[in-house]
């Protein structure tokens, strides 16, 4: 039961890319009441097995978040300034007509992001942004780059060791090692997170790319994994723009608007 004195347990989920298996993933998120976001980019919506606008809609009135994962889903600190502005401002209005209401959320396509990316989403208006480091488990991190848990991928061991120390990201090396030491697979380093978030509080943050899952046939591991988080009494179920709601939280939020009035009529 969750108590005045334990901090609070959050658990969240991801899933990148434009393929429509991720609307398998919804049906098993939704069979669980767990929450989803989506990163779409926008460039081949429609086409052969990617997500449709309906689609998007139908995940969107599901009670699914929809986030932008840019237009083409190009390595953005490549870009010259003008295109980083496009592909990361101009995808938050295509799915906004689409689903005719705001973006808050967006994701780093392959997770690479610099200062410069970072400054172009916050100035776009996003709420915060998603990155690709995992084995985090804390409560609070920088809005534009919110980290997650474990990614549903077979990974051996040293990937994670290497993600985190390409990251700079020390102490969340330091407090997995446990973990990582008795590393099977990604499935029980997923538990054994889970329970250490479970019982010191934290986010647990599970993403992945719903092509990945379909092409190395993970549909098992993913149901056990989502059978392992789901329905439990002391956790709060929370989409990633929620979580950057909490961890970000606007001056509009006090009842000062900030969003400009172009936006303000997509909402509507
Ligand atoms: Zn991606």
Not at 91 to 107: A, D, P, S
Request: glycine fraction near 8%; charged fraction near 25%.
């Amino acid at each position: 039961m969750p108590s005045a004195t334990h901090p609070p347990v959050i658990v969240s989920t991801s899933w990148d890319d434009d393929s429509a298996s991720g609307l398998k993933i919804a049906e098993l998120l939704s069979a669980r009441g767990l929450p989803g976001t989506f990163y779409v980019p926008t460039w081949r919506l429609g086409e052969g097995s990617v997500f449709s606008g309906s689609d998007l809609r139908a995940l969107s009135a599901n009670g699914f978040e929809i986030g932008a994962h840019t237009i083409s889903h190009k390595i953005l600190t490549e870009l010259e300034l003008p295109e980083l502005t496009r592909e990361v401002a101009g995808c938050k209005r295509i799915l906004q007509q689409i689903l005719g209401k705001e973006v808050t959320t967006f994701c780093y396509p392959k997770g690479r992001f610099n200062a410069r990316v970072v400054q172009e989403v916050e100035r776009a208006g996003y709420r915060g942004a998603r990155s690709t480091q995992i084995l985090f488990s804390g409560a609070t991190f920088p809005p534009y780059e919110m980290p997650t848990t474990v990614q549903a991928y077979p990974h051996h061991r040293s990937n994670y060791v290497r993600n985190l120390i390409r990251l700079g990201a020390i102490s969340a090396l330091v407090k997995s090692m446990p973990d990582l030491i008795s590393f099977d697979n990604w499935l029980q380093l997923g538990k054994s997170l889970f329970d250490r978030v479970l019982r010191d509080g934290g986010t647990w943050h599970l993403y992945g790319h719903p092509w990945e899952i379909e092409k190395l046939n993970l549909w098992s591991q993913v149901k056990e994994m989502l059978d392992y988080v789901s329905r439990r009494e002391s956790v709060i179920y929370l989409n990633n723009g929620e979580i950057l709601g909490r961890v970000n939280p606007r001056r509009e939020d006090d009842g000062e608007k900030i969003v400009g009035s172009r936006e303000r009529s997509l909402v509507n």
